[in-house]
């Protein structure tokens, strides 16, 4: 076992810890990097568990970043998005986790509606499977507070879970109408598939105009786009691309990101839609990323 068997191996596993905790691609790659310069100073002899001793540092680095940077996430202005994982080639298969994510763009936002101790222990139990003992570990709480929380935080998961009910056909073709609308100014046949309670959430993190809270309703929804549609905001080159496990829309001006709009569906319709304007969210569209 030596460093960069253990980068090669690991890196994918660490990123996407990171990442689901933080809704950050720099800064989780800026961790990823921090536990690699750590892990040189220490002799790999003695680490029984690699995973489990770079998940821990990975954790521990993520939850006191979150702490230090909570004041900004309160005085944030508006909506606060993760930032999407993209693909600018919306056919391309999904390759490993540090280019597109395992789960949904939808579910990502979810975990972040958790408290940073809920979506900690949530990810470390219900998608690493470590036992409480080692959680409790990390965390430095009891076995039995680790099992409240994370029923807690179940609870929560379940209640408002992403039901995407569409096949990736399905969604294709629904993203497609959303294109033809936009470029068109007729937005009947996408708002046919509107769910009824229908949430569209915008973030432009103050340097970009959006919506300062959610805008919910079909009726509402509908006369939002149709409105930012006649102020020209979707004026620039609009093309499929891959968000996560799903297809999304990009909207660039001269090659320039300006718009990434991702949907989420149930039985109902498109229940969700997620609008991410601010600039520092769209910056590493189609970049590859790097340690």
């Given at each position: 076992m030596d460093y960069s068997h253990l980068y090669d191996m690991y890196k994918p596993l660490l990123f996407t810890v990171a990442y689901r905790?933080?809704?950050?691609?720099k800064d989780a790659e800026d961790i990823v990097h921090?536990?690699?310069?750590?892990?040189?100073?220490v002799d790999l002899s003695t680490i029984n568990d690699p995973k489990a001793y770079l998940t821990k540092m990975t954790t521990n680095k993520s939850l006191n970043y979150l702490q230090s940077s909570m004041k900004k996430r309160e005085v944030y202005p508006g909506q606060w998005l993760p930032e999407p994982i993209v693909n600018p080639d919306a056919n391309a298969p999904l390759e490993c986790l540090l280019?597109?994510?395992?789960?949904?763009?939808?579910?990502?936002?979810?975990?972040?509606?958790l408290t940073e101790l809920e979506r900690c222990i949530y990810i470390l139990r219900e998608v690493l499977a470590f036992d409480y003992k080692f959680i409790s570990s990390i965390i430095n709480r009891s076995e039995q507070s680790c099992r409240k929380?994370?029923?807690?935080?179940?609870?929560?998961?379940?209640?408002?879970?992403?039901?995407?009910?569409?096949?990736?056909?399905?969604?294709?073709?629904?993203?497609?109408?959303?294109?033809s609308a936009v470029k068109s100014g007729n937005f009947d046949a996408f708002i046919h598939y509107l769910s009824k309670d229908v949430v569209l959430v915008s973030d432009g993190g103050g340097k970009v105009l959006?919506?300062?809270?959610?805008i919910i309703s079909k009726k509402r929804v509908v006369a939002y786009l149709?409105?930012?549609?006649?102020?020209?905001?979707?004026?620039?080159?609009?093309?499929?691309?891959?968000?996560?496990?799903?297809?999304?829309?990009?909207?660039?001006?001269?090659?320039?990101?300006?718009?990434?709009?991702?949907?989420?569906?149930?039985?109902?319709?498109?229940?969700?839609?997620?609008?991410?304007?601010?600039?520092?969210?769209?910056?590493?569209?189609?970049?590859?990323?790097?340690?």
């Open positions: 905790m933080l809704g950050s691609i921090d536990v690699f310069i750590q892990l040189e100073k280019k597109e994510e395992s789960i949904s763009y939808a579910f990502v936002v979810l975990l972040h509606q929380v994370y029923s807690r935080a179940q609870q929560k998961i379940q209640k408002s879970k992403p039901s995407d009910q569409t096949s990736k056909e399905e969604a294709h073709e629904l993203a497609e109408l959303f294109l959006s919506a300062m809270y959610p149709k409105g930012i549609h006649r102020r020209g905001t979707f004026q620039g080159q609009l093309s499929l691309v891959k968000v996560h496990q799903k297809v999304g829309i990009l909207q660039q001006n001269q090659g320039e990101p300006k718009k990434l709009i991702t949907f989420n569906y149930s039985k109902a319709g498109v229940q969700h839609i997620y609008v991410v304007m601010n600039p520092n969210k769209l910056k590493n569209i189609g970049h590859t990323f790097s340690f």
